[in-house]
């Protein structure tokens, strides 16, 4: 079992969690994820890790309430435990040295890219973080990644905060003034990741992206998170999780995340149904 030693909402729907996994925090790099089972009857989802606090063998989550198991987690209190925690899986992300990167945010993203944020910083990298949101409430990780950036740019679609427009708006901007930039990180919504890489191909600036596909075993065995890299055949949670995005096939990336939709749906339906509850936690803003 593995106790949940804080819960902070941050917005409708939106928690930060502190977990006790000491081992896992242990091995933890940048970039790699973890699979997580709430009980005996929940399904595994896979979850970036924001961070980790390798004094108290904590993993930092950050959980949107977007289906039925993420709706059943919101539901959690501190003191509470999961049953399951696995990880660290997948390959950490290959950190340059001495280099000039942006790492890009949108939504839920702004959490991993912190991790990697942090790693570059870390090596002595210049960062230039870019995070986003539909609006200011939204938007998370602001005062930490301020802290591990040379700069921070934040954007909302409806100009409630920050840069009004998009996450390719700021680059193109950064781009277009003569920023010399090695390597872009970006982590997001697909179709988010999908216009960074459209932008960066122009100008021929790397482009690394976290894909996030339909995972089941997370080891490789099961062959549901495979994907299209140039053109060979990956799977995500072993030859992954970050890919060059220049070669990434997101057509079918988003066909895939499509398939299971209505089922998907059908579920959390029947868990709302069956479990009327709410948090009933403090809901703090901005954060």
């Given amino acids: 079992m593995f106790k949940i030693t804080s819960k902070e909402t ?20 940048a970039g790699q ?11 595994r989802i896979p979850i970036s890790v924001a961070d980790v606090d390798h004094d108290t063998g904590e993993l930092l989550l950050l959980v949107q309430e977007v289906g039925k ?16 925690v696995v990880g660290p899986l997948g390959q950490p992300t290959q950190l340059p040295d001495n280099a ?13 890219i912190h991790c990697i ?8 990298n210049k960062v230039i973080s870019i995070v986003g949101s539909r609006t200011k409430e939204l938007l998370t990780f602001q005062e930490e990644l ?14 409630s905060f920050g840069r009004k427009g998009f996450v390719t708006d700021a680059l193109l901007a950064l781009i277009e003034k003569g920023e010399k930039i090695d390597e872009v990180f970006a982590i997001g919504p697909v179709p988010m990741m999908r216009a960074v890489c459209r932008l960066t191909q122009g100008y021929g ?26 053109g ?28 299971y939709i209505d089922q998907e749906r059908i579920s959390r339906e029947k868990f709302v149904s069956e479990h009327p509850v709410t948090c009933g936690c403090e809901v703090k803003s901005g954060t």
């Fill in 117 to 124: 944020a942090k790693a570059l910083h870390k090596m002595g």
């Fill in 33 to 43: 994820f973890v699979i997580l089972r709430l009980h005996e009857k929940g399904e």
């Fill in 205 to 230: 600036i790397r482009t690394t992206v976290s894909l996030n596909p339909i995972m089941v075993d997370g080891t490789g065995m099961c062959g549901a998170c495979r994907v299209t890299i140039g």
């Fill in 69 to 84: 198991t993420s709706e059943e987690m919101g539901t959690l209190r501190e003191g509470d435990s999961l049953l399951d």
């Fill in 232 to 259: 060979e055949t990956k799977f995500v949670c072993v030859d992954g999780p970050e890919f060059d995005g220049h070669k990434v096939d997101f057509d079918e990336l988003t066909k895939r995340l499509k398939m």
């Fill in 100 to 112: 000039t990167t942006v790492c890009i945010g949108g939504g839920i993203g702004m959490a991993p």
């Fill in 10 to 29: 941050l917005s409708a729907g939106v928690h930060l969690f502190k977990v006790k996994a000491a081992e896992i925090v242990k091995k933890h790099k």
């Fill in 146 to 159: 301020k802290a591990i950036s040379d700069e921070l740019i934040i954007t909302t679609d409806d100009g």
